[in-house]
């Protein structure tokens, strides 16, 4: 390479330099693709227990408006008797599945319905035990007039009016119109209907997924291309496995390290969830459990990829210096040959 022109020896940096960023690339989407983008491993995230329990615990915290923990986790104990796992999962696999055909382009829009509740009548039930529970870790009503706005409007209530139960909760709920309790039941329900978000914003979203499926082959043949560009100019085989060694080894490594930072030592996922969590202020560790699986994922995906190319690079490099070696001629063996040759030759010449 040494003895090569400048413009030769810029021509193999140039495609070299495009050979390490594009099988970055290639190993960074991959791994995307593997993880955020892949249909089964969402699904696993989604209706995993973890996602189950923050659901569970979201929606006590926000029934619960008061700081009574002992209300909070009677709460959380309804909610999660009350909610069916495997309808969850259920319905949240058929979630994923819409959202992916809408990004692969098979149908136009998001459709879906997550059913998390029973029928209406144990909705009902479901309501009256929470309003049972709720009021009960209020201050008890100190006048008539506060006892009579709780009993009307128990939802909004600031009191626990005496005597209050399941029956007095029933007795509410009997009062409440057939149109108003089914909004209320229907609320509770997640559907397609219920998503709130600009569609301009999201327009481009199959478009981008699309890309972003077609860039690791897109990528690898670009590397692919260019390293063997590369390999024209410099026509040594040993040269040529060395240089595509390096040229392996150099982007899984800086990727290896990469992922070992962030998925091994500062566990940054993890951390994310533990701040996240810290902010809405729930005792269960259900974020956490949904980190890990996207840490151990990721990590894991990591070592595979990059793994495999160091190793493939490390294997071309040490081929490639061990077929120079061998091919490089003893110097002194060399001299002392060329030596011998020479003065036979002149023997041979004085002879004649």
């Known amino acids: 390479m040494k003895h090569r022109p400048v413009w030769q020896r810029l021509l193999v940096w140039f495609f070299g330099l495009i050979a390490s960023l594009s099988l970055s690339v290639f190993i960074v989407v991959s791994i995307v693709n593997s993880t955020v983008l892949d249909k089964a491993f969402m699904k696993e995230i989604i209706t995993s227990e973890g996602v189950f329990t923050l659901i569970g615990d979201t929606v006590a915290e926000g029934i619960s408006e008061n700081d009574v923990d002992q209300s909070v986790v009677e709460i959380e104990s309804i909610v999660n008797d009350y909610i069916d796992y495997e309808a969850f999962a259920q319905?949240?696999?058929?979630?994923?599945?819409?959202?992916?055909?809408?990004?692969?382009?098979?149908?136009?829009?998001?459709?879906?319905?997550?059913?998390?509740?029973?029928?209406?009548?144990?909705?009902?039930?479901?309501?009256?035990?929470?309003?049972?529970?709720?009021?009960?870790?209020?201050?008890?009503?100190?006048?008539q007039e506060e006892t009579n706005r709780a009993l009307k409007e128990p939802f909004s209530a600031e009191c626990n009016p005496p005597g209050f139960n399941a029956e007095t909760a029933g007795d509410f709920l009997a009062t409440v119109p057939d149109e108003q309790f089914n909004e209320l039941y229907e609320s509770a329900q997640l559907t397609d209907e219920q998503l709130d978000f600009n569609e301009a914003e999201v327009e481009n979203l199959p478009d981008i997924y699309s890309a972003l499926q077609a860039l690791p082959f897109a990528a690898l043949s670009a590397a692919f291309i260019a390293l063997a560009a590369a390999v024209a100019i410099i026509r040594t085989p040993s040269e040529s496995m060395k240089f595509v060694g390096k040229n392996l080894i150099k982007p899984s490594f800086g990727v290896f390290v990469i992922g070992l930072l962030v998925f091994v030592i500062f566990k940054l996922p993890t951390r994310a969830a533990e701040e996240i969590q810290t902010q809405l202020s729930s005792p269960s560790s259900s974020l956490q459990d949904?980190?890990?699986?996207?840490?151990?994922?990721?990590?894991?995906?990591?070592?595979?990829?990059?793994?495999?190319?160091?190793?493939?690079?490390?294997?071309?490099?040490?081929?490639?210096?061990?077929?120079?070696?061998?091919?490089?001629?003893?110097?002194?063996?060399?001299?002392?040959?060329?030596?011998?040759?020479?003065?036979?030759?002149?023997?041979?010449?004085?002879?004649?």
């Open 91 to 143: 319905s949240s696999s058929s979630f994923i599945d819409s959202v992916f055909n809408w990004l692969e382009g098979t149908t136009p829009d998001i459709d879906f319905d997550i059913q998390v509740l029973g029928s209406q009548a144990e909705f009902k039930s479901f309501i009256e035990e929470l309003l049972v529970v709720k009021l009960s870790g209020l201050e008890d009503c100190r006048s």
């Open 290 to 352: 949904i980190a890990a699986l996207i840490q151990d994922r990721g990590a894991s995906l990591t070592f595979l990829y990059a793994g495999t190319m160091f190793a493939i690079g490390l294997a071309l490099y040490i081929f490639g210096r061990r077929i120079h070696f061998e091919r490089k001629p003893n110097s002194f063996k060399h001299l002392v040959e060329t030596e011998v040759t020479h003065d036979f030759s002149e023997i041979d010449s004085r002879k004649r």
